[in-house]
Nanobody, 121 residues
Framework: QVHVVESGGGSVQAGGSLTLSCVVS????????IGWFRQGKGNEREGVAA????????LYADSVKGRFTVSHDNAVNTLYLLMTRLKPEDTARYYC??????????????RGQGTQVTVSS
């Protein structure tokens, strides 16, 4: 059974940084993506960044390119999202998901419960 657990959310001032972590336990067959998604109040859920296991490639939404960096530590099965130069519009609940492709939430089979990020101006 696969479990996805996020951590690292919190409150930060605009311009600050925060790192989210996502631990994926259990076996997922083949090469797949682990992704970060977010949903702000009144907004649809959007893909933020994704990392391809096996291929070591990354994807980013245009809104976070140059500010967010996704990385993966194979030894501890953990995906990280380093968020820098945070803006108030980055405020959202951030979700991690595994076993999917690209930045489409509906493609992901295994999903976490999310962690809240709040950026104040």
């Amino acid at each position: 059974q696969v479990h996805v657990v996020e951590s690292g959310g919190g409150s930060v001032q605009a311009g600050g940084s925060l790192t989210l972590s996502c631990v994926v336990s259990g076996y997922i067959y083949g090469n797949y993506y682990i992704g970060w998604f977010r949903q702000g109040k009144g907004n649809e859920r959007e893909g933020v960044a994704a990392f391809k296991r096996g291929g070591e490639s990354t994807l980013y939404a245009d809104s976070v390119k140059g500010r967010f960096t996704v990385s993966h530590d194979n030894a501890v099965n953990t995906l990280y999202l380093l968020m820098t130069r945070l803006k108030p519009e980055d405020t959202a609940r951030y979700y991690c998901a595994a076993g999917g492709y690209g930045l489409d939430w509906s493609e992901y089979k295994y999903r976490g419960q999310g962690t809240q990020v709040t950026v104040s101006s």
